[in-house]
């Protein structure tokens, strides 16, 4: 009985990440139609990456680029008949400016070439990974981890909505091994370069901060004052200061009661306040309960609270590895919109955790563990990422 005991416990979790790779396939397998689809021209539209061609399109022809996506699109034939978003971009004015080449193009050729250069991403993302894995990994398991990430539900949205969190990955992934290894000017100026383009991963910057790591701080300030500056002088500080003010807000409270927006921000509006009327053909759930004094306790208590709590989290671990990657998660459940295809940011926490358990022998219960959160966080949830964020401190404290 012992001796089928330990071979159980040898084999079961050395055939987790197979699992897991055979159930990415087959889901991949069966949206391949679905993503197929959405390239049609009667689809082109729905894409969230509208959203960024017509802030393009709209600094080179000198037009508000913070108008409702609809007004904006009706400043060029191509687009003029897309029945598009209602709000104006959720996109920050450097990227606005980071993209404008994009707006030479027309509307189809750019999202067939951001479709190009989001595969190019997602594949040197997962050779990143690989090489920072190392030779500990066999190549048949490096082939089950690459494809693994590659047909996870993530890049699968991520490539049918054409959004941004391919290229960020990247980003992300040079500034993690820049800081890993303590070159704070690299690690910090690309940090800056990723805040300018998206607003998240701020809670790296307090965390540096925090460690008083002067240098990354400094660089990533620099690079997000000059991104402004010159966003500013391309569309005008006024623009730049209606998306902070207005522009950027709205679209926080357009989706604050999304079903499929996975931000603690959404907790306060889900259980406590009105639902609202159903926008752009979304469904929204009624208010648990409704109080208005709860909603706004929770909805600034709540992701203040686990900001706070992860830091200090991150700040006693004993690996830098593992404190980035908690403050990655928590990036995600504080942004105030987030949907299922940012997860693709969250590979770098999985990565981490996958390579701790195999440091660690793999040991059974942790490593089924692992497998479940990676197939519950390829589907999305809240849960899911705070439990990633529990397995990350669990495995840092485990000694060697």
Same mark, same amino acid.
């Given at each position: 009985?012992? @001796?089928?005991?330990?071979? %159980? ?5 050395? !055939?987790? $990440?197979? #699992?897991? =790779? &055979? +159930? ?85 050729? @750019?999202?067939?070439?951001? %479709? ?5 991403? !997602?594949? $040197?993302? #997962?050779? =990143? &990974? +690989? ?90 300030? %620099? ?178």
């Amino acid at each position: 009985m012992k @001796a089928k005991t330990s071979t %159980l416990s040898y084999y079961l979790p050395r !055939l987790v $990440f197979p #699992v897991m =790779l &055979l +159930l990415n396939l087959a889901n991949f397998a069966s949206k391949i139609k679905w993503l197929s689809l959405s390239f049609a021209d009667s689809k082109l539209c729905s894409r969230d990456f509208i959203s960024v061609y017509l802030l393009a399109k709209s600094v080179l022809a000198g037009i508000t680029p913070y108008l409702p996506l609809r007004e904006l699109a009706a400043h060029w034939p191509d687009v003029a008949g897309c029945n598009t978003f209602i709000h104006p971009s959720p996109h920050p004015p450097a990227l606005a400016v980071f993209f404008a080449p994009v707006g030479l193009l027309t509307y189809k050729s @750019a999202v067939f070439l951001w %479709l190009g250069l989001q595969m190019a991403c !997602l594949t $040197f993302a #997962v050779c =990143l &990974l +690989l090489k920072w894995w190392g030779n500990a990994l066999a190549p048949w398991r490096k082939f089950v981890v690459g494809a693994g990430f590659l047909s996870a539900g993530p890049v699968i949205y991520e490539l049918r909505a054409g959004q941004l969190n391919s290229l960020l990955l990247v980003l992300l992934l040079l500034s993690w091994f820049s800081l890993r290894k303590e070159k704070d000017l690299i690690g910090g100026a690309l940090l800056g370069v990723i805040v300018s383009l998206k607003l998240m991963i701020w809670p790296v910057i307090i965390y540096l901060l925090l460690r008083r790591r002067w240098v990354a701080l400094v660089a990533a300030g %620099l690079v997000i004052t000059v991104t402004h500056a010159i966003a500013a002088l391309a569309i005008s500080a006024s623009s730049v200061i209606n998306y902070y003010l207005k522009a950027g807000p709205s679209v926080a409270q357009f989706y604050r009661t999304d079903p499929q927006n996975i931000s603690v921000w959404t907790l306060g509006w889900r259980l406590f306040g009105q639902s609202g009327e159903p926008a752009a053909g979304r469904t929204f759930y009624p208010a648990l309960w409704e109080a208005p004094f709860l909603v706004e306790l929770t909805t600034y208590a709540v992701p203040a609270a686990l900001t706070a709590i992860v830091l200090a989290v991150a700040l006693r671990a004993r690996s830098f590895d593992t404190a980035f990657a908690e403050l990655i998660c928590v990036s995600l459940l504080v942004n105030p919109v987030a949907w299922y295809h940012y997860l693709v940011i969250a590979f770098i926490p999985v990565a981490i955790a996958a390579r701790r358990l195999q440091q660690l022998g793999l040991p059974t219960g942790l490593t089924l563990l692992g497998g479940a959160l990676f197939l519950i966080q390829t589907r999305g949830g809240v849960l899911s990422l705070i439990g990633l964020i529990w397995l990350l401190w669990k495995l840092d404290r485990i000694e060697t």
